[in-house]
C-alpha cells in the first residue's frame, strides 16, 4: 500500500471518527506529508518499506540541516507516532516503528505571564484601542482571553450562540470537542453585546462566527496572535508574547488572588 493512500485514511479517521480540531488535523497532515516527501526522496514508496531507521533519519534532518527545535520535532515525531498506531490497530503494519525511536529533550521553561499591572495598564489606557470596529474588536478579543482563559483556537471556533446573556456564560469546545461552560462578569458581557451592536451596524457579515474581520470574514488563528502582539508588545517587555501567555495570566493571577486550584483547572479545560 501506497504510503499517501495511508495518510489519507488515517486523516479521514481522525477528523470524521475521533472529530479532532482543525488545527491539529492540519499539523497532522503538513507533518505526515513532510515525511512522505522525505521518503520519496529516499526512493521509499510503499508503507511496506518504512522503518525505524527512516523514521530516525528523517528526525536527525529536522535537527541538523532544517535547524527544528526539539520541541516542533517531538510534535512531528507524535504525528508519526498517531499514525503508526493507527496503522497498527488496523493490521496494516505489524510492527512498532518506535521502539528504536528516542525523541530529542525538550527544556521545559517556566510559565511566561503579563504582571497584573501590566494587565492594568491596558485597561486602563482606552485610547490603545481605535474607536473603530477593529478597535473594538480587537479590545475584546484580548479582555476574553484574560477573562476567561481560553485558547486561542477555541476564540477563533466561537460563534454568536456560544453565550449565554442569560446566565452570564460562553460556551467553548476545547481538545478532543470537549466542552466547558465559563462564567463572564457583567462588564464583559456588556462589551460583548456591545461589539455584536458595532459588528451588525458597521460590516456585512454571514458568517457565524463571532470574531470575524472588517470584510466580515472568520477571523484567522495567526491574525489574532498579530493582534494580541500588536497590543500587549505596548504594555509589556516580556520576551514572548502571545494568546498562550495571556492563558497563563488568566491563571496564575487567579491563583495568586486565592483561588482554587482545582476550579482554575476546570476553567482551563485541563484533565490534570
Known amino acids: 500500500m501506497k504510503i499517501m493512500q ?6 479521514d479517521y481522525i477528523s470524521i471518527e475521533r472529530r479532532l480540531s482543525l488545527l491539529t488535523v ?3 497532515t503538513i507533518d505526515l506529508n513532510s515525511f512522505r ?7 521509499i514508496e510503499n508503507i511496506e518499506d518504512v522503518d525505524s531507521m527512516l523514521i530516525r533519519q528523517w528526525e536527525m534532518k529536522l535537527l541538523e540541516e532544517e535547524n527544528l527545535s526539539a520541541r516542533s520535532v517531538c510534535r512531528k515525531l507524535a504525528a508519526l507516532r498517531s499514525w503508526n498506531k493507527y496503522l ?9 516503528l518506535f521502539v528504536k525511536i528516542t525523541a530529542p529533550k525538550i527544556q521545559h521553561q517556566l510559565p511566561v505571564f503579563f504582571r497584573e499591572t501590566e494587565m492594568k495598564k491596558l485597561n486602563d489606557t482606552p485610547s490603545l484601542f481605535p474607536e473603530t470596529f477593529e478597535g473594538i474588536r480587537d479590545s475584546l478579543m484580548i479582555e476574553l482571553f484574560y477573562e476567561t482563559g481560553i485558547r486561542r483556537a477555541e476564540l477563533v471556533d466561537l460563534c454568536d450562540n456560544s453565550f449565554d446573556f442569560e446566565n452570564n456564560t460562553v ?9 466547558r ?16 451592536d458595532v459588528r451588525y451596524n458597521t460590516i456585512k457579515c454571514d458568517s457565524e462566527k463571532f470574531f470575524v474581520s472588517e470584510k466580515g470574514k472568520p477571523i484567522t488563528a495567526n491574525k489574532v496572535g498579530e493582534i494580541v502582539k500588536k497590543y500587549m508588545s505596548k504594555v509589556s ?3 514572548r508574547i502571545s494568546p498562550h501567555i495571556l ?14 486550584i482545582n476550579a482554575i483547572k476546570e476553567l482551563l479545560g485541563h484533565s490534570s
Open 6 to 11: 495511508t495518510i489519507s485514511q488515517f486523516i
Open 26 to 28: 492540519s499539523a497532522y
Open 37 to 43: 516527501e522525505f521518503a520519496t526522496q529516499n526512493q
Open 88 to 96: 497498527r490497530k488496523q493490521s496494516i503494519v505489524k510492527q512498532d
Open 171 to 179: 460556551k467553548v469546545l476545547g481538545k478532543r470537542n470537549k466542552e
Open 181 to 196: 461552560i465559563i462564567p463572564i462578569e457583567i462588564e464583559l458581557k456588556q462589551n460583548i453585546l456591545y461589539y455584536l
Open 237 to 239: 517587555n516580556a520576551e
Open 247 to 260: 492563558r497563563h495570566s488568566f491563571a496564575t493571577h487567579l491563583l495568586n488572588n486565592g483561588a482554587d
